[in-house]
Structures are given as C-alpha cells and as structure tokens.
C-alpha cells in the first residue's frame, strides 16, 4: 500500500461509523444554532444565506461532474424544484421559524419522529404494506411526539392550544417525509451532483421567502453572531454532514447507514440541556423514549 492510503484523512474518511455519528451530531448541532439565530438573523435571511452558500461552494468543488451530469437533471425541471422546495427550502424554512417558538429538546424529538412519517407515506403513497409491529411503533412515536407538543398536559389538547414551534416542527418533518419518498425517483446522477442541483434549487426557491419576510417585518441586517450562526450551519449541518453521510452510505448501505439518523433527537435533546441551558420536563423524557422504541419497532422487519 502506498503512504496515501495510510494517511490520517484516509483512515478517517474510510470509518463509517465515526463519519455517520459526526453527520448526527452535526445536525442535532444545527438544533442549537437555530435557538440562538433568535434574535441575531431573521429566518428566511438565514435559509436563504444558508443554502446560497452551500451552492457556491459545490459549484466550485464539483463543477466538472456536475457540468457533466446536468443534461440529465435539466431534463426534469419541475421533479428538481418539488424537491428543493420540500427538502430543502420547506424543511428548513419551517425549522428555523420553529426555533423561534419552542425550545430545542421539542424541535429534536419531533424531528426525531420523521422516519415513522417516511413509513406512513410510503404506505399511502406507494402502497407499501406495515407490519403489526412496525404500525405498534408508528403509533408509540406519535404518542410521544403528541405528548411533547401539549407538554403533557390534556387540557392543552383539550383546547387545542398547541405551541406555534411544535406545528411549525411537524410541518418540517412532514415535507422532509416527502422530499424522501421522492428521492426513489431522483435521476441516475451522482449523489454529490444531485446535492448541488438540490442547493441551487434551494436558494432560488428560498428568495420569494425572504421577499416575504421583509414585506411582513422590519429589515434587520445579521448581527456578527447571526453570521458566525450562518457560516456554521452552511460548513457543518448542510455540508459536511451531507458528505459524511454520503460517504457512510457508500460504504455499508443506506439501510444500516440511515440507523445513525435515529440519533439526532439524543444528541438534540443533550445539546439543548448543554449548550441552552434547558431543563427536560417528564414529558419530554417519555416523549424520546416513546420516540426511539417507536422507531426501533417501526424498523424490524
């Protein structure tokens, strides 16, 4: 073997489960960043920063293959826009905003939930049947994600007075559920080129948003928290994650390598006790554990 092969980056780009884990803990990261973008960045500024970013630097990296591959994915124009608009634009539109209403341990263990909406819609949308045991752990995660949302309190059910953040996290889960159904039918490009296609798709579909934002309230121009905010998430949670994680699945499967993505609400969840200063309450300690046995028995075969 040659010294390259032997190298320190090497090694590490070619362990699977060190990449995986860090790709986790660096979305649950992004958890954090979006409470403390409250009051430093406006949301939309910071989806639109966010994914405008991530474009320009994959169009730098990856401008050869993705010159290459674009006469394929041009050939279906609207397929990339649904996507970047759910995946992407939706998903993180509504997350940032959530940040702004409810706390960070709620937002991990409802985004924690979002395999269990993968397994309903592909049961409405594809037919695909669900198993006794995998219906028993639909129905146990979204027991828990509806008893973080009333904040284990049945008279908030009861009138149905709801925080503004928790819907406004489920919306985030619900059009990530979708944008994931859709990938079966991504084009046959290259993971990497349909990852600069879905950030362009992301930014321009991200402005009218923004356009919005500043219609609706006073502009306010990032503080140097709000751009210290903005360069982690573009670098961490929406790059480098997404190519660790890439790289995970290239090397032991998407279905093992999709297993790590059930740790986002633990790491989320300690993060928030960590880095926000928050305390857990009961119903959120029930709520993850009523999460993770869901998914757990929502993925046995």
């Known amino acids: ?29 992004n958890i954090v960043a979006g409470r403390l973008a409250v009051g430093e960045i406006q949301p939309m500024q910071l989806v639109v920063l966010r994914w405008g970013i991530v474009f320009a630097v994959l169009a730098v990296v ?58 309903t819609m592909a049961w409405v949308v594809r037919g695909r049947p669900i198993s006794p045991l995998q219906g028993l752990g639909i129905v146990s995660a979204l027991i828990g994600v509806v008893l973080v949302a009333i904040r284990g309190d049945l008279e908030v059910a009861r009138r149905l007075a709801f925080n ?37 798709m992301a930014f321009l579909t991200s402005l009218p948003l923004l356009a919005g934002e500043i219609a609706l309230q006073p502009f306010h121009p990032p503080t140097a928290t709000g751009w210290a905010i903005t360069a982690f998430v573009a670098i961490f949670p929406s790059f480098l994650a997404q190519i660790f994680f890439i790289r995970g699945v290239e090397l032991i499967g998407p279905g093992r390598a999709g ?36 998914i757990v028995l929502a993925q046995k075969r």
Do not use: C
């Open 1 to 29: 073997m040659t010294g390259d092969e032997h190298s320190t980056p090497r090694r590490f780009y070619d362990r699977p489960y060190l990449l995986l884990t860090l790709a986790a803990l660096q979305w649950a990261g």
């Open 62 to 119: 990856n401008r050869r293959a993705f010159a290459a591959e674009w006469s394929v994915m041009r050939a279906r124009p609207w397929f990339l826009l649904i996507l970047g608009l759910t995946g992407y634009t939706g998903f993180t539109a509504f997350f940032y905003a959530a940040a702004h209403f409810t706390t960070g341990a709620n937002m991990s263990i409802i985004q924690g939930s979002f395999p269990l909406f993968v397994f």
């Open 164 to 200: 503004l953040g928790d819907l406004f996290m489920l919306g985030a889960t619900v059009v990530y559920a979708v944008y994931t159904i859709g990938l079966e039918e991504r084009p046959a490009v290259s993971s990497l080129s349909f990852f600069t296609a879905m950030a362009g």
């Open 259 to 294: 297993v790590f993505i059930n740790l986002n609400p633990v790491f989320g969840a300690a993060m928030a006790v960590v880095f926000l200063g928050e305390r857990v309450g009961w119903y959120q300690g029930a709520g993850l554990a009523l999460v993770m046995v869901g």
